[in-house]
């Protein structure tokens, strides 16, 4: 019932899905460190720091998500231009 | 307040007839579009007969689409009642953890959910329990991931009845005394829902999100600008909110609630937000929604845009201080205080009658898109791996489609029939129950993404010891009020007293003895069963073959070994 392991995407290089587990770390770390937030003051606009700190991170997450998008894909494209531009035997990673 | 105010019978609760008229028309208008959806972005002449069709709605929906779709799907009508009702009554750790937990939930969801499109698309798959099935070769690993998933989804959707229910109540509908009568309306709605889910399949939701999405901003935004405008700003309002929290509680001798967690609440806020997380996307619903899109980047370039959602959710569970300073009075028809009806009373009190019907129309059509998917994506675990998997292994895709139809139906009577019949509190038992089951077929599903090191009995035992310890757990937190078991997900980790979230401890618990057991199970050689997938399947995107195309080619290829 298996399928030939023909590749889909050529070899990767490891910068990008470096920079993205970085980037993505950080977007799940830094908001669930609560001892960093957990305080009322600064206030903004009346609102405590620990509310207003954490909406803060949902446009960041997204920024963060964002430019993993942009990194991965790029990358991915890369690697199946390689697979399909010749239909070589790479290893698929 | 609300415009015209006409006493009932029932001396409980005046109907607010302009309101309730708005939310009518936009029910009605939403029910038409729902059957209207079987027609939308139909197949060649196929029409809905497959699962691939009713079930995933033509697996085509682009990124504005999705965008809708799992918007509605994930910010649930509940979740729109129950946050700002536990902001309301007990502040920031059972409320306000929904924010980093919708933020943290994204990274993960980038991570993980395009390899499960990927290998998906290839094969076929429609639900998480087809992949398992493909991935271990387990019958039992299978099984258990589709019971799993349709147990815990069943008292979700109960919750977006209860979700439903409080709008009703706070419009007027319902008698302390006649109990056909308060139920009446909601059967009504929920006969419609199903009528609709069953033609259109998975169309009529991601329809009717694009409408239940945009009123529901509306709302927000509004509510969020106008109220602190006029309450004199945030200020004063979290002032009060704080003071509330604050006061001591006769019931507990211990403050009513946390405004801003202390040390000894650090651990249980974080787990709380990283264990939902991880957990939200083990839903069958979930997955139903990613695997629907028509790309495998659709989902990330969703990952990026859906946090607008969470910051909506983040002002909507603020709403609950608001009502706090608004001095909000959320009763409930027997008389008791009942926090689920704060948001809705809060803007019927607060806004002009036709406003407020908007705002609770939205919040009554956001608990029929969920309840839509989640009954499709039950329906298709119970065709895919119980129906077809252990009754008839040669059900034809019209059979499939046929099964997934009926099943629908019964999921939502069943639904319907628990919030009637039983006590509201028992749907919220089992939804939190549900949401530590649930995330401990996180193992199973997450590491057979990326490896097939784990042996397929070793996470079937992980999975055992996660639900009997989380079960057990559960059971022992006692409400300190009403002396009640299953009194809150929170407990200590065993031997110490770090209070976290009971999920996340069980899913230590799974993973430490999936591990142990796949070194054991190794070293005994026991079979690790067949694996059909490929690593390459992993990142397929839709212009590679699917796994049939590429057989049909290559006739005499040689199975395949597990490829790690």
């Known amino acids: 019932m298996s399928s030939p392991d023909v590749p889909t995407r050529g070899p990767a290089r490891p910068g990008p899905y470096v920079a993205t587990g970085i980037l993505l770390a950080i977007a799940i770390v830094i908001p669930l460190y609560v001892p960093a937030y957990s305080v009322d003051e600064p206030r903004l606009a009346g609102m405590p720091f620990f509310y207003w700190y954490q909406m803060m991170w949902i446009p960041i997450t997204s920024a963060l998500v964002g430019i993993s998008y942009w990194l991965v894909g790029k990358e991915d494209r890369r690697r199946r231009e390689s697979v399909r531009g010749v239909t070589g035997d790479e290893e698929e990673r | 307040m609300s415009g015209a105010a006409v006493p009932l019978a029932a001396p409980d609760r005046p109907i607010s007839w302009v309101p309730l008229t708005i939310v009518i028309i936009l029910f009605v208008l939403v029910a038409v579009l729902g059957f209207v959806a079987a027609r939308w972005r139909r197949g060649e002449g196929t029409g809905l007969h497959s699962l691939d069709e009713w079930g995933l709605g033509g697996r085509g929906f682009g990124t504005w689409v999705t965008w809708f779709l799992l918007g509605g799907d994930l910010y649930t009508a509940y979740t729109f009642v129950a946050v700002p009702a536990a902001m309301w009554a007990t502040g920031a750790v059972s409320g306000f953890f929904a924010v980093p937990y919708t933020i943290v939930l994204y990274p993960i969801v980038f991570l993980l959910m395009s390899r499960l499109w990927s290998v998906s698309h290839r094969h076929g798959f429609v639900t998480p329990a087809d992949f398992v099935g493909g991935r271990y070769g387990s019958r039992a690993l299978t099984l258990a991931v589709a019971v799993t998933g349709i147990v815990a989804t069943m008292p979700y959707i109960a919750l977006q009845l209860v979700g439903i229910k409080a709008v009703l109540t706070v419009l007027g509908l319902g008698s302390a005394e006649n109990v056909l009568l308060t139920d009446l309306p909601l059967i009504i709605a929920f006969v419609v829902l199903a009528a609709y889910t069953y033609t259109s399949g998975l169309r009529a939701p991601a329809l009717i999100a694009v409408v239940k999405d945009l009123l529901i901003y509306l709302a927000v935004i509004v509510a969020v600008i106008y109220l602190p405008i006029k309450f004199g700003g945030w200020g004063p309002i979290f002032d009060s909110a704080e003071a509330k929290l604050a006061a001591v509680n006769p019931a507990t001798g211990k403050p009513t609630g946390v405004f801003i967690p202390g040390a000894n609440s650090y651990s249980a806020y974080w787990t709380l937000a990283l264990g939902s997380a991880l957990a939200l996307f083990m839903y069958p619903h979930s997955i139903t929604g990613v695997l629907a899109t028509k790309s495998r980047n659709t989902i990330r370039k969703n990952a990026a845009v859906l946090p607008l959602y969470s910051l909506m959710l983040g002002f909507l569970a603020l709403l609950g201080y608001v009502a706090i300073f608004a001095g909000t009075n959320p009763v409930d028809l027997n008389g008791a205080v009942n926090p689920q009806l704060v948001v809705p009373q809060l803007f019927l009190d607060q806004f002009p009658a036709w406003f407020a019907g908007i705002a609770l129309a939205a919040i009554a059509i956001g608990a029929l898109v969920p309840a839509a998917i989640m009954s499709i994506a039950a329906a298709n675990l119970f065709t895919r791996n119980i129906y077809r998997d252990l009754i008839k292994p040669d059900a034809t895709p019209r059979q499939e489609a046929k099964v997934s ?97 009971i999920a996340v401890v069980a899913f230590a618990i799974n993973l430490v003895v999936a591990t142990g057991l796949s070194l054991l ?28 195309q590429i057989e049909r080619e290559h006739p005499l290829a040689e199975p395949g070994a597990p490829t790690f």
Do not use: C
Not at chain 2, 439 to 453: E, H, M, N, S
């Open chain 2, 521 to 548: 199970f190794h070293a005994m050689k026991l079979p690790g069963g067949n694996d059909i997938t490929r690593s390459s399947d992993y990142g397929a995107d839709e212009n590679d073959p699917k796994v049939a």
């Open chain 2, 405 to 501: 139809k009926i099943a629908s139906l019964v999921v939502k009577f069943g639904a319907l029939i628990f919030v009637i019949a039983m006590d509201q509190s028992a749907a919220i038992n089992m939804q939190l129950l549900g949401g530590i089951w649930i995330l401990q077929t996180f193992p199973t599903i997450v590491a057979g993404l990326y490896t097939r090191w784990f042996h397929r009995w070793a996470l079937f035992g992980g999975w055992i010891a996660g639900i009997i310890y989380g079960t057990i757990a559960a059971y022992n937190v006692v409400n300190p009020v009403t002396k009640a078991y299953f009194g809150g997900s929170i407990a200590a980790i065993p031997g110490t007293d770090i209070q976290v979230y």
